[in-house]
Nanobody, 124 residues
């Protein structure tokens, strides 16, 4: 069974950078579209970025375009999110899951239940 584990979250200052990792176990991510989603307390999860492991196409929420980059490794077991020029409003728990792209919307398609996620805090 395919499982995804997030890591790499940290406390950073505004303008800083951070790299998150989404590692698969129990199989590869080949053929899937995988995305990063984030959630602040009391708020719904929102799409951040997605990548197709079939064709390599990438998709980004308007709020992160030009600042975040999503990528994957050649073994197709890990998806990364490189975050730069971080803002206070980027503070959230970040999760990875399957992703469906519908127009400009990035929608989660989780493999079973959500994982723990990884905390990103942007603060002075």
């Amino acid at each position: 069974q395919l499982q995804l584990v997030e890591s790499g979250g940290d406390l950073v200052q505004p303008g800083g950078s951070l790299r998150l990792s989404c590692a698969a176990s129990g199989g590869t991510l080949h053929g899937y579209t995988i995305g990063w989603f984030r959630q602040a307390p009391g708020k719904e999860r929102g799409g951040v970025a997605c990548i197709s492991l079939f064709g390599g196409s990438t998709y980004y929420a308007d709020s992160v375009k030009g600042r975040f980059t999503i990528s994957r490794d050649n073994a197709e077991t890990t998806v990364y999110l490189q975050m730069s020029s971080l803002k206070v409003e980027d503070t959230a728990v970040y999760y990875c899951a399957g992703c469906t792209v519908a127009g400009t919307a990035l929608l989660p398609q989780p493999f079973g239940r959500w994982g723990q996620g990884t905390q990103v805090t942007v603060s002075s």
